[in-house]
């Protein structure tokens, strides 16, 4: 079912800050879907349909993924799934290594999953500019 992410229903973002392990997938250079377990975070409020966030090392296959599409960044999804209940967000997706973009993504991980990760010098942001939101929340 179709979420408005303008005005996405406060139980669709209620979810969206439960405790949920989620899937990313992102496109090899071949065109095949490469899924694979993290930790997301849903930030309606960051420009104007918002923005999803992924923390990761940047010698990760996502990252490799999403650096091979080019500066245009590549079509993402990140879902999650409890139970009947399942929502999806999609956008592009692009790397982000600015130290304070890194740090935003580590706090909203912190909030949402009650852990602060080690600390990582390889840590990057797989920040995806959303275009898309499904679910049955």
Same mark, same amino acid.
């Not at 406060?10 to 065109?31: I, K, M, N, Q």
């Not at 942001?125 to 939101?133: F, G």
């Given at each position: 079912?179709?979420?408005?992410? %303008?005005?996405?229903?406060?139980?669709?973002?209620?979810?969206?800050?439960?405790?949920? !392990?989620?899937?990313?997938?992102?496109?090899?250079?071949?065109?095949?879907?490469? $899924?694979? *377990?993290?930790?997301?975070?849903?930030?309606?409020?960051?420009?104007?349909?918002?923005?999803?966030?992924?923390?990761?090392?940047?010698?990760? %296959?996502? @990252?490799?993924?999403?650096?091979?599409? &080019?500066?245009?960044?590549?079509?993402? *999804? !990140?879902?999650?799934?409890? &139970?009947?209940?399942? +929502?999806?967000?999609? &956008? $592009?997706?692009?790397?982000?290594?600015?130290?304070?973009? @890194? +740090?935003?993504? !580590?706090?909203?991980?912190?909030?949402?999953? &009650?852990?602060?990760?080690?600390?990582?010098?390889?840590? $990057? $942001?797989?920040?995806?500019?959303?275009?898309?939101?499904?679910?049955?929340?």
């Amino acid at each position: 079912m179709a979420v408005d992410l %303008r005005d996405p229903p406060e139980s669709y973002l209620a979810f969206w800050r439960e405790y949920h !392990v989620c899937t990313l997938t992102t496109p090899r250079p071949d065109g095949s879907p490469h $899924v694979v *377990a993290v930790g997301a975070t849903y930030a309606p409020e960051d420009g104007e349909l918002g923005v999803a966030r992924v923390i990761a090392n940047r010698h990760s %296959r996502k @990252v490799a993924n999403v650096l091979a599409a &080019g500066p245009d960044g590549a079509r993402a *999804a !990140v879902c999650q799934v409890a &139970g009947r209940h399942w +929502a999806t967000l999609e &956008g $592009v997706a692009r790397i982000r290594t600015e130290p304070e973009e @890194v +740090a935003n993504a !580590v706090e909203r991980y912190a909030a949402r999953y &009650g852990r602060t990760p080690s600390p990582n010098p390889d840590r $990057v $942001v797989v920040e995806i500019t959303l275009t898309r939101a499904m679910g049955r929340t």
